[in-house]
């Protein structure tokens, strides 16, 4: 774990527990000690986790539960982990918003920059939640939820992608993902535009994602994109999806194929959810700068 991290998992476990608190364990303790003849060992072990666990709960906000819960290690050097955790249950609101973090990362300012970005990012979703949240209640109540995490979408010896959701949930609900790209060889992150020669990529790629949702839609009967020329009914009605932005949300996958995604409604209807496409190598590679990331 990083100097960074570790100093912040340092400063949680030295908050001072109280007096009071100091004292429930050692009656906890010396009452197994009186009743060892009688339960042995057993009584005592549950009887100071309970305690332990009484501890823990007072020390741990509510709201938020700092886990440091190492995810699966990613490649032989970076790890991703849930660095915070906020949670809210209550019968008409619940919020469940983890926050990730990089850690190992050789480049420290890289990894400083993604892991402040994600804290403000998981403390503005949980803002804006309890914000809602009292709102709602002032005017009588509702019903609304919010669900973020995050998934490593690609591991091996060059590329790390992390995935970052939010799904809220009003009275339909919406999915939104980011994506992080880093060269772990370089220690750099990856945007769309470093990847290619210039900007034609932006006409390349929307042409390319076009041509896949026609061909998706003539396939099966159930997907629809808002696509131009995929005999939609009521076309003149419908918002079509024309281009991808120059920054739009992409990924490196294991297979070094390049991925775009785009969130639940933004091009296709909300049962479709967030979908993704992935374009073919042959397709971009004269306008590739190299194929050291996409072959």
Aim: no cysteine; net charge negative; proline share 2%.
């Amino acid at each position: 774990m990083d100097k960074k991290l570790e100093q912040m998992k340092t400063e949680y476990k030295n908050i001072q527990i109280p007096d009071e608190l100091d004292f429930i364990v050692e009656r906890a303790l010396l009452k197994g000690k009186k009743s060892k003849k009688k339960n042995g060992y057993k009584w005592i072990a549950g009887t100071a986790a309970a305690a332990v666990l009484f501890i823990g709960g007072l020390n741990i906000n509510p709201a938020m539960a700092s886990t440091l819960a190492e995810i699966p290690v990613v490649g032989s050097i970076v790890k991703v982990l849930t660095f915070t955790e906020y949670k809210v249950d209550k019968e008409k609101y619940q919020a469940d918003i983890k926050v990730p973090a990089v850690s190992d990362l050789e480049n420290e300012d890289l990894a400083q920059s993604l892991n402040d970005k994600y804290i403000k990012e998981g403390k503005e979703l949980y803002d804006d939640f309890m914000t809602d949240m009292k709102d709602l209640e002032k005017n009588g109540g509702g019903h609304l939820g919010v669900d973020s995490g995050y998934e490593v979408k690609t591991d091996n010896d060059q590329i790390l992608s992390i995935g970052r959701y939010v799904v809220n949930t009003v009275a339909s609900s919406s999915t939104i993902m980011k994506y992080d790209t880093i060269d772990k060889k370089n220690q750099i992150l990856l945007s769309l535009p470093m990847l290619f020669k210039d900007e034609s990529y932006v006409n390349t790629i929307t042409e390319n994602i076009k041509e896949q949702m026609r061909d998706q839609m003539k396939a099966d009967e159930n997907k629809i994109y808002w696509v131009s020329g995929a005999g939609l009914e009521d076309e003149d009605l419908t918002e079509l999806f024309e281009t991808i932005s120059k920054e739009q949300s992409f990924y490196i996958n294991n297979d070094g194929k390049l991925v775009m995604s785009f969130d639940k409604y933004e091009v296709a209807p909300g049962y479709m959810g967030v979908v993704e496409f992935i374009i073919p190598t042959e397709a971009i590679s004269d306008i590739l700068v190299s194929d050291e990331y996409i072959h």
